[in-house]
């Protein structure tokens, strides 16, 4: 039987997108100590994603995994919009957990020209997204250069400089901001005296996240 034909990356659609990458931290620990709950409650964030948030802001949710979202958007404001409200869907929830039960979600954002078919986005600038969330803390949210300066100063969304941050398989160094407030477990810290500032240095866990 001969293969069906796939289409080569020229041959699929091109378009600029804003990227969204949103995965729950710890979600491995999380899931082996009440397996059920965790499932429901992720159901319940991945309906609410699809079917209040991404909509009303214009965004397309493009897989669901089983701890982590990709949805893409026209512009990097509705994409940093959605990410600051996704942020606190498990906030009513948390206040009733122990803090070792809560559920915190980290997110990256970028913008650029990917490939697309029916069932997925591709490129370069899909997997950086995936990156720059790596650097986010419980309850952060990482951008690139390119959604930094697409948000151009607006007050609705304040960035933090982070510095030059080296990732994984990344051959050149991604300047990374974070959108709003540190959380309470950054990865990544910033001296806000200028004359301290200095390039930052991504440092890995032993453990990889799942899906990543």
Known sequence: MNAPDVPRPAELSRHHTAILVMDLVESVRLMEADEA????SWRAFVRHARDEVLPRLGGRLVKSLGDGIMAEFGSASQAAA???ELH???DAGNREL???RRRRLRAGLNRSEVYADELDIYGAGVNLASRVATLAGPGETMVTAAIARALD?????PLAD???CYLKHVSHPVRVYRLGA?????LLHRDDRPEAFVPRVAV???QAPAGH
Request: net charge negative; glycine share 10%.
């Open 182 to 186: 540190a959380g309470e477990q950054p």
């Open 153 to 157: 100063g607006d007050a609705a969304f």
């Open 204 to 206: 890995w866990p032993v």
């Open 162 to 164: 982070m510095g030059d």
């Open 98 to 100: 122990a803090p070792e």
């Open 37 to 40: 709950e965790l499932v429901d």
């Open 88 to 90: 606190r869907f498990f």
């Open 82 to 84: 959605a990410a600051m």
